[in-house]
């Protein structure tokens, strides 16, 4: 086998939840040879800890500061150093390493992310809320800085793979595939009875919470269709969403002469980070093997907008242009936390941030100023407010 020119100094943004898990697990079961550099976590000090002695980086952060104490002491004489708070986590996405793997859940990724574009790394994105909020000026940062943005997202995975950039002109569809979540079958009227058990139950994966409430909604795909319009230019009336519950085919590109090249695998997210890791070349590790005898049939279905109304929210947000993505990306953060707090009721989610946009169209300015990021903040922060206010009402009816 030839060498593969394979990232040897790397970090892991949100090394302590799903997506970070599986990226350590990945380097762990291909035994690769590498250079943690620097893990963060959110809140999850334990976990955090036992993964900085296995990986021995240079720095681990915990972005909770009343954790530091707790992780110096679980890291006492081990050499590692610990720092906590924000920016202590966007330094370690800025410090040298190669290889970035950005898997921070909501906006709290955009920061480091952007850090990690700017200092011209290499970066693994899954954390698809940075680029919902601010695509354009990230992917400008990226190139600009000579690194890369490669998609770890299971759908933009797959279409990196099949779609040839020198063809884009010739692409016709990006046709985006979705598990339909837990509530594919259920009624309008079980929906709105659904409860948070119910909803964080994923068919096919065990992800973070925020994600698993975004799959139950179908906002999950929203925000994947806003990222796919940014990372591939796309328009997004040449974006489609099916429903294909097996989760086997991942998206799909179809070119104008009738051609569709779609990409498979099992549902996994191990092979998208291994191909994020490892691109142009190809990880080799004892990857689960697609068995398409035993996975059965495939099947594929429109998605009921009437079940899914993030759907169409997402796609006028993208439509919208300016600040409109952010806005709804923070009203929406805010109502899954709403109502995983159970504060709100299931169908709540898609109304708070419907409702959020409409009294920021009246009042705010949702288009873009100068500088884009700074205006993803603001925009991020004001959406929060009001999205607050419509939880508030609606806990309150
Ligand atoms: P998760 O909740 O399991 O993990 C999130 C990580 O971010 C944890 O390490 C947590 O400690 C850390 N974190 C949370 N808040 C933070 C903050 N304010 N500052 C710094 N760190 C913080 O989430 P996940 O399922 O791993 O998803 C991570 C990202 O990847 C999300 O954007 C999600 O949409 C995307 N994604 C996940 C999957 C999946 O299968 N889990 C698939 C595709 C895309
Ligand atoms: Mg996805």
Same mark, same amino acid.
């Given at each position: ?25 990945? @380097? ?22 036992? =993964?900085?002695? $296995? ?31 924000? =920016? ?158 097996? =989760? ?59 079940? @899914? ?6 796609? =006028? ?59 993803? $903040? ?20």
């Amino acid at each position: 086998m030839g060498t593969l020119n394979l990232p040897r100094k790397v970090s892991v943004l949100g090394s302590t939840g799903s997506i970070g898990v599986s990226t350590l697990d990945l @380097f762990e079961q291909a035994g690769v040879d590498i250079e943690v550099i620097g893990l963060t976590a959110g809140r999850n000090v334990a976990r955090l800890a036992e =993964q900085a002695l $296995r990986w021995r980086p240079q720095v681990a952060v915990i972005q909770d500061e009343s954790l530091l104490p707790e992780l110096r002491e679980r890291l006492k004489g081990s050499g590692i150093r610990s720092e906590a708070g924000d =920016q202590a986590v966007a330094d370690v996405a800025a410090a040298d390493a190669q290889w970035v793997m950005s898997a921070i859940v909501g906006f709290a990724g955009l920061a480091p992310t952007l850090a990690a574009a700017r200092a011209g790394a290499v970066v693994a994105l899954a954390n698809k809320e940075s680029l919902v909020c601010a695509g354009p000026s990230l992917l400008r940062t990226a190139k600009l800085a000579g690194g890369a943005v490669i998609p770890v997202d299971s759908e933009h995975s797959a279409i990196f793979q099949v779609l040839d950039p020198a063809l884009a002109e010739s692409v016709s569809r990006l046709i985006l595939t979705s598990s339909g979540g837990p509530f594919r079958n259920a009624t309008r009227e079980e929906m709105a009875n659904a409860t948070l058990e119910q909803a964080l139950a994923h068919p096919n994966f065990s992800m973070g919470a925020k994600i698993s409430i975004d799959s139950a909604t179908m906002m999950n795909k929203g925000l994947e269709v806003i990222e796919a319009a940014y990372l591939f230019s796309m328009p997004p009336e040449r974006i489609e969403v099916l429903v294909h519950p097996q =989760q086997i085919i991942h998206s799909m590109v179809e070119y104008a002469d009738g051609s569709t090249l779609a990409q498979l695998g099992p549902p996994d997210m191990r092979p998208p980070i291994a191909c994020a890791f490892a691109w142009p070349d190809r990880l080799s590790w004892p990857a689960p093997k697609l068995d398409l005898v035993t996975a059965g049939p495939l099947t594929f279905q429109h998605p009921d907008p009437a079940k @899914f109304p993030a759907l169409s929210i997402a796609k =006028q947000a993208l439509q919208a242009g300016g600040q409109a993505p952010a806005a709804m990306n923070a009203a929406n953060e805010r109502a899954v936390s709403a109502f995983l707090d159970r504060r709100i009721r299931f169908l709540d989610i898609p109304n708070v941030v419907a409702e959020t946009l409409e009294r920021m169209d009246r009042t705010a300015d949702l288009s873009t100023l100068n500088d884009a990021v700074e205006s993803a $903040r603001q925009t991020d922060a004001a959406a929060r407010r009001v999205a607050d206010e419509v939880v508030g009402d609606l806990a309150a009816a």
